[in-house]
């Protein structure tokens, strides 16, 4: 077995490459364009199967370095915190609190799901949070942070592996049904947006279809170089301040993802400097930001998902599949019947339902992904793009640590 490590720059041209492929797919395969798989989900997987099958007959292990991938990810995070308003964040603050405690509840869920699971196949109830909310909740970051910590408190020594399968799994899985629960929602409901496509409150990440994949015009007669250069000021100012504030957080103690404090950075730049500077052009919800984000997340999304090692998902055999069907299965009950009637059963309710298939099993980025694919398809959906990264991106990690000591201690 030999190894090949695709550097960074060229991993992101292949990145965008595979971004190209998924949307190709979109268009040609029906499936995907009324499911809303999002371009990046259908080529990542894609490719991560041509990966897969050169790892097994050609003996090849394909690695890629990723460290534009990660500048990505606090980039798309920075335009979700530039994008968000005060107004928004108090009309949607009781939305905002239902869904904090809908995703704490279901976190205990999950992680008695997994639990159940240990039980069935025999595995040490100690392993049963990275088969839950450490690895699916959490994603890899988490699996990685508890994997050794449960291997040596349970004795299971394929512990961390487990918990990093889990997370690469749960991946695949929040990608492929984020969409489906939508369409469902609402083509039964009949359901619409509040927003028309081209209102410019509705802009928050990418464009709709018909201004983009489709050929369509609008977009090029709206965005110049003026504009993308104006949002990559303010995005480049957002992540300098951002990762200042997370040195002195550091300092506190705590220990948080750079993402987060640029996006708290990007809510406080867009209330204040617009209020300040009352003439100066700002790039909070304008199409060259739209473009910007998507770009960021599409390509983090791809580069992501191309890098999976499925190979290591088929090593682990029947009992991780039968536990993660399970926690689709549970996932897509728990939607369904709690979460899009608790946030009141409307457009935006279904959009943010779409997103919590995606977080609760994968990541942020996939949930957002998720939105994103519905709402380019259905129209916008703004106040889901603000109140999904705040609970899943910041209060959720917070409270993933107490439950996961609180079920490893069992």
């Not at 949307?23 to 259908?42: C, D, G, K």
């Not at 929602?185 to 928050?204: F, T």
């Not at 935006?348 to 694919?373: D, E, Q, R």
Request: net charge neutral; charged share 10%; with cysteine.
């Amino acid at each position: 077995m030999s190894t090949i490590e695709i550097p960074d720059f060229i991993a992101v041209t292949i990145g965008i490459v595979v971004f190209f492929l998924g949307a190709f797919l979109t268009r040609h395969v029906s499936f995907l364009r009324n499911y809303n798989i999002p371009e990046p989900v259908s080529g990542g997987l894609a490719a991560a199967l041509v990966i897969w099958f050169v790892y097994g007959v050609m003996q090849v292990e394909v690695t890629f370095s990723m460290e534009t991938r990660n500048l990505l990810l606090v980039i798309f995070f920075t335009t979700i915190g530039l994008n968000a308003r005060f107004q928004d964040l108090l009309i949607g603050g009781r939305m905002l609190g239902i869904l904090l405690v809908l995703t704490i509840g279901y976190m205990f869920f999950q992680n008695g799901v997994a639990l159940l699971g240990t039980r069935i196949f025999g595995l040490p109830t100690e392993i049963g949070p990275l088969l839950g909310s450490a690895s699916l909740i959490g994603g890899h970051g988490t699996a990685i942070a508890w994997g050794p910590t449960i291997e040596e408190q349970s004795g299971f020594e394929a512990a961390a592996e487990i918990g990093i399968a889990a997370a690469t799994l749960g991946l695949v899985f929040a990608a492929l049904i984020g969409g489906p629960i939508a369409k469902f929602l609402i083509d039964r409901n009949n359901l619409i947006p509040a927003l028309p496509d081209d209102s410019p409150e509705g802009l928050v990440v990418g464009l709709p279809y018909e201004n983009n994949l489709r050929g369509g015009h609008h977009a090029e007669q709206t965005i110049d170089h003026v504009n993308i250069m104006r949002s990559m000021l303010a995005i480049n100012v957002a992540i300098i301040l951002g990762y200042i504030a997370n040195l002195g957080i550091a300092e506190m103690g705590l220990k948080l993802p750079l993402f987060v404090p640029c996006l708290l950075v990007g809510i406080v730049m867009s209330n204040t400097i617009p209020l300040l500077f009352k003439g100066l052009p700002w790039p909070s919800r304008t199409r060259a930001l739209a473009v910007i984000s998507d770009y960021s997340l599409s390509i983090f999304l791809a580069m992501s998902l191309m890098s999976m090692q499925l190979w290591s998902l088929a090593e682990l055999g029947g009992p991780l599949f039968v536990i993660l069907g399970l926690q689709v299965i549970a996932t897509v009950a728990f939607i369904l019947f709690i979460v899009f009637k608790a946030m009141g059963s409307t457009y935006t309710a279904a959009v943010l339902s779409a997103g919590f298939a995606g977080f609760s099993l994968g990541a942020t980025p996939t949930a957002i992904a998720n939105m994103s694919s519905v709402t380019k398809r259905y129209g916008p959906a703004p106040l889901a793009f603000i109140l999904l990264p705040l609970v899943s991106a910041f209060f959720v990690d917070l409270a993933n640590a107490f439950i996961i000591r609180f079920f490893v201690s069992l």
